[in-house]
């Protein structure tokens, strides 16, 4: 399998990237890490005329911590995030999710907002972004916009960045003081598709969930004070509402299983924890 | 901006097992191809073309990637390592190899260049691995003859004879 034939251009600013894009269109695709788009370029499910990689660009580059936020650059790698100095104070969720991305070898390469745009529903770094509702920041000639995550991604490889727009950077909030965060998958070996995953939180006597593997995107659900058989019904109750199908990885009834089953594990595990405490 | 046509031909320059190459490549041609017909080093071997099986892992500024997700214009001034820059220049097997030689982790060969890199990295960013994170570890690389356990003991023993350095 090889990848059809294109131009390939290697930009040096994020200027000249949203410059191609305003002229190619459609046409463009980024290439940032290429751990999504370059099997889908070699089995020929993508064509682009255009190759723009933005892995050399200056500004694109690094995480940043902001007055509550952090911000990852379009061309940071999630081998970049993952070895972070901050990443387990600022970021507990990302730090837990991160080792179920793919394998090391691909995560050396994949960056963050790649698997962002790719929005796959089974993917990690999305359903963190739901759970925590991150925002991506995209930008064209027109100028640039912030996108929640509940609206930036939109159903299975789709997401609401227009073709003339840069994602250039991922925006994860920073860790609440006493919240609890954890993050959980089933897979059939390490690295493989998640059959689901899932990002928990605690905070205020409250429980957030994103749910990715089973609909078209994750999903979110925000419950208070649950406790015991509550918690189960309340997980019941989501895994039918997000509608899974059967597919060659599992049942629709495995997948509802999963939901009530390793919710709980979560559940469990977030009140387990011990309070998050911010660094000084 | 520097612009390649899908038309046109390009020289690639970047440093192999620390010796300057050069070759010609038009901008989709692969590493993996690159590194096979371009530069007849084979020892890098193609299983599936999409980033699943893990046959063509190679070291790139020393990470381990898939260079079949590469482009070869992707690594033009870079750093890049294969199976080829294990051994020394006597042929002497370094010590992992001599570890998967030792512990018949091998079978037909197929795997093993990537097996053989993906532990280059991972054994210097952690240089006492146990059994449970060199399966981790190892789960972006198939093997289909050997049933992985001698491949997990050549890696365990490899890291052991590593650290007496």
């Known amino acids: 399998m090889k990848p059809p034939k294109f131009d390939y251009i290697r930009v040096e600013t994020s200027d000249e990237a949203v410059d191609l894009l305003a002229e190619y269109g459609d046409d463009a695709r980024i290439l940032a890490g290429g751990q999504s788009l370059m099997p889908m370029m070699n089995m020929r499910l993508v064509r682009p005329q255009v ?76 359903a963190c972004l739901m759970l925590l509702d991150g925002e991506v920041e995209l930008r064209s000639k027109k100028g640039a916009r912030s996108v929640k995550a509940d609206d930036f991604l939109i159903g299975v490889l789709t997401t609401a960045k227009r073709a003339d727009e840069l994602a250039v950077k991922a925006i994860y909030p920073i860790a609440q003081e006493g919240a609890k965060y954890a993050f959980t998958e089933f897979h059939h070996r390490h690295g493989d598709f998640a059959v689901v995953g899932i990002a928990g939180m605690a905070f205020n006597n409250r429980i957030r969930v994103a749910i990715g ?68 | ?80 390592e294969t199976i080829e820059g294990l051994a020394d220049q006597d042929g002497n097997f370094n010590a992992l190899q001599q570890a998967f030689h030792e512990n018949f982790a091998l079978q037909c060969g197929y795997c093993t260049p990537g097996f053989l890199m993906t532990l280059s990295e991972y054994l210097k960013g ?11 570890a190892l789960s972006g690389n198939i093997c289909r003859c050997t049933g992985y356990h001698e491949i997990v003991n050549a890696a365990f023993d490899a890291a052991k004879e590593m650290r007496k350095n």
């Open chain 2, 1 to 80: 901006m520097k612009k390649f046509s899908k038309e046109e031909r390009y020289q690639i320059r970047f440093t192999l097992n620390g010796e300057a190459i050069e070759g010609i490549a038009e901008p989709r041609l692969l590493l993996t191809d690159f590194l096979r017909h371009e530069i007849g080093a084979t020892g890098t071997h193609v299983g599936c073309e999409h980033g699943i099986c893990g046959a063509c892992t190679i070291l790139v500024n020393g990470k381990a990637v898939r260079s079949c997700l590469m482009l070869a214009m992707q690594v033009e001034g870079s750093e890049v």
């Open chain 1, 51 to 126: 190759l723009v990689d933005i892995a050399h660009t200056s500004d694109l580059q690094g995480i940043s911590k902001k007055v509550k936020k952090i911000e990852i650059g379009a061309a940071t790698t999630q081998a970049d995030l993952g070895d972070w100095i901050n990443l387990s104070s600022d970021l507990p969720l990302l730090a837990s999710a991160i080792p179920s991305i793919g394998h090391f070898q691909t995560r050396n390469r994949g960056t963050v907002c790649g698997s962002l745009c790719h929005a796959d529903p089974s993917s990690e770094l999305p």
């Open chain 2, 126 to 136: 952690n240089p006492d691995p146990s059994m449970e994170e060199i399966k981790v």
């Open chain 1, 213 to 280: 593997g089973v609909a078209d995107r994750p999903e979110v659900r925000e419950w208070e004070s649950l406790e015991g058989g509550d918690i189960d019904d309340a997980l019941n109750d989501f895994a039918w509402e997000l509608r899974g199908s059967d597919d060659i990885h599992a049942t629709a009834q495995h997948r509802r299983e999963l939901v009530r089953h390793l919710g709980r594990q979560l559940i469990d595990n977030l009140h387990s924890q011990k309070n998050h405490e911010l660094p000084q």
